[in-house]
């Protein structure tokens, strides 16, 4: 009963994860375009400074930031969220929301972006997270789709089947700021195991991969990169049944090819991407469905960076 009693003090006393894993103080790096200058943060949320960061104190008030535009006054607002550890009170580990109870008035469940970037735009100062990308920038991207889900048109019917690895490699051309228009190439598998390592398949076996080539168009808002546009894809089917005889099948198609990613930063992301097939170009062209999701990291390498 002693031990019983201890656990259950451990679980409530542990489940706050905002208080034990946060400290009243969070740094802020804030940095800005070329026409901004004298940039401080106001005196009832700052502390220290050092080089570009600010050291704030968390509060539920936003964050106010003073700063010049070619020698007037400007007044930013950044409005706070809720810290990773504050989420992290969803945990089962953490006692199934129950640290929100013990959270709820604590000002360490607060957070400000760790990043702050001040842009000017004729006569006015926006914040972003990250400075944006300008009209005339070049990157080379380069990802690795590491969880597949297919569904595959065979001679029969469909296969389905989640797998692991692949490679993607594009490349991204800025036509606004934050805008650009993308061109990928990619090959992606169903390996039944998320590291590299030899398989050897005694009887019967199933399996699909593709390659495929994407052009898209994406916009940038804050964390968030949406594209959107038309992709190729070859895929292919395989099996071997229980009588060592082999079927394949081989599918050309086109259909909509969709993005979405988590950026920390102007070069890492992760994401989703969906390719469709839509239109089933062989033996003869056909609507038929198919589509291949994968889990992307990725890294984007800059060739040319207007100024």
Known sequence: MRLFSILIVCVFVLSSCATLLNSNEQDVRITSHPRIS??????????MSYEDYQIIKRSKKPLIIHCQLDSIHKTISVPRGFSKAWYWNLNPYAGYGIGFIFDRKTPRKYAYPSHIYLD???????WHRFKPIKRGSVFI????????????????????????????????????????????????LDFPIPVPAPIHYSTV????????LSLRNHFIKNTIEFGYGFCYTKSDWTMRDDSLRYYKRINCAVGPSLSVFWRRGNTYRIGFIYNSTLVLLNP???????????????????VWQAK
């Open 284 to 302: 003869k062209p056909e609507v038929k469905y198919a589509h291949l999701i994968s889990f992307v990291f990725g890294w984007k390498i800059p």
């Open 205 to 212: 076996f199933q399996g699909t991969g593709a390659n495929y």
């Open 38 to 47: 004298n940039v401080k943060v106001d005196t009832s949320n700052f502390l």
């Open 141 to 188: 991207d380069f990802s690795i789709p590491y969880v597949n889900v297919f569904r595959t048109i065979t001679n029969t019917n469909y296969y389905s089947t989640m797998g692991f690895m692949g490679l993607q490699g594009g490349i991204e051309v800025y036509y606004k700021k934050n805008k650009f228009i993308s061109l990928h190439a990619g090959s992606v």
């Open 120 to 126: 000017a735009v004729d006569t006015t100062v926006f």
